[in-house]
């Protein structure tokens, strides 16, 4: 046998999963490559680094044209992404390419640093790519001189942006968000959604409190908007950040089984939904839309930190009714030690149509 095919067979005897674990106690993929917190628990697929929780929401919000972050606990991983990820070299090669000409005036982030610093950072070594060696016979991406002011127009138009998005209230006709009654049980107080204290954060440096896991499960009796039936696919959006499940074709009742992953803003937005119908000629029509409070969810997965129970219970619910969109009581529980909720909705401004969803609040911690 040689010794490619005794490699082959050997790497088939180990799962994903624990070639993932190998990589992840490699030496210098134990800390964080952007701030040094050991024990990282996210990895940027696309740039190949390993980060902790704080540097991932920042990386989320480059977009995944630049880093598409994926957890190396609760993402199911294949063989050709852990196989592409080995390729990449881990955290120490990439640092010596993404930091190779960091300059002595530029501090590197801590642990403990602010997400100010972590935002103004990755996005330099990233996005802007200020700190990558020049090659003689090339341009700098950005020149040294320029590079502060250049971060801070893009700093100043995020923030112009962000602020505009958050200022605009949506109307009455667009207000279908679910669980108020169940929200004020739990005693959130009226100015949770105020403005952050921080009036310079901007969309890339807003304070992230956990993630939230959604499984976008099926939908059922969806609108016809092609000749008989629809191409449905689903939006999610918290805050800035957007994610979406993949397009299935011909089918008014879709099952997706899709599990996405957004970070949860210290101000907690409403978790919108939104389903469209895949054109390839014309612009993707408009199947329906719904908002779900998470803010019960968030609560109630931070209630669970601070306690000792270790059984499985229901914590609470949303009753359906007549003034919300629920199409059944949305059950809050704690299962194996996660905090889930079970959520399905009547899609609103559309003539029918019904999405089921469930939902995970993880904590910072995992």
Known sequence: MSIQNEHSDTKDLISPQKRLTNLMHQAGNKFCADCGTPEPKWVSSSLGVFICIKCSGI??????????????????????????????????????????????????????????????????????????????????????????????ALAQSSTSYYNSFMDKKPSEKHRHRIGNAFRNSWGRKDNEHKSSKKSTSLAGMVEFVGLIKVNVVKGTHLAVRDVMTSDPYVILSLGHQSVKTRVIKNNLNPVWNESLMLSIPENIPPLKVLVYDKDTFSTDDFMGEAEIDIQPLVIAAKAYEKSNINESMQLGKFVASKDNTLVRDGIISLDEGKIKQEISVRLQNIERGELELELECVPLTQ
């Not at 480059?62 to 993402?75: E, P, T």
């Not at 530029?106 to 972590?118: A, D, T, V, Y």
């Not at 330099?124 to 700190?131: A, D, G, I, N, S």
Request: hydrophobic share 30%.
């Open 59 to 152: 990386h989320r919000s480059l977009g995944v044209h630049i880093s598409k972050v994926l957890s190396l606990k609760l993402d199911e991983w294949t063989d050709e992404q852990v196989d592409a990820l080995a390729k990449m070299g881990g955290n120490a090669l990439l640092n010596r390419k993404y930091e190779a000409s960091l300059p002595s005036s530029i501090r590197k982030p801590k642990p403990h640093s602010s997400i100010e610093e972590r935002s103004d950072y990755i996005r330099r070594k990233y996005e802007l790519q200020q700190f990558m060696e020049c090659d003689d016979n090339m341009s700098c991406p950005i020149v040294p001189s320029q590079g502060r002011s250049i971060s801070l």
